[in-house]
């Protein structure tokens, strides 16, 4: 199962597909990988927002928090 199609399974909502695009796009450009964006999406707990997974925060239907995070992140490393 691809990053993309996971994401749309753990959100349950096919209306988002641009936001999980978006979340796709910047975790294979920001990870270097498909792969290891997969990884840092189910095991990488984010401090910021109460310790919880990506994954965790998409079953939770809380991509713009996700997507925050991803742009503040992407700001500070440019």
């Not at 990870?31 to 999406?41: K, R, V």
Request: net charge negative; hydrophobic share 35%; charged share 25%.
């Amino acid at each position: 199962m691809s990053l993309r199609e996971k994401m749309l399974s753990d959100s349950g909502i096919p209306g988002l597909l641009p936001r999980v695009d978006e979340i796709t796009n910047t975790l294979c450009e920001w990870t270097g990988s498909e792969a290891q964006a997969y990884q840092w999406y189910v095991e990488h707990p984010i401090a910021s927002l109460c310790n919880k997974t990506a994954e965790q925060l998409v079953q939770e239907k809380d991509l713009t928090l996700v997507l925050d995070f991803l742009r503040r992140s992407e700001q500070t490393t440019h």
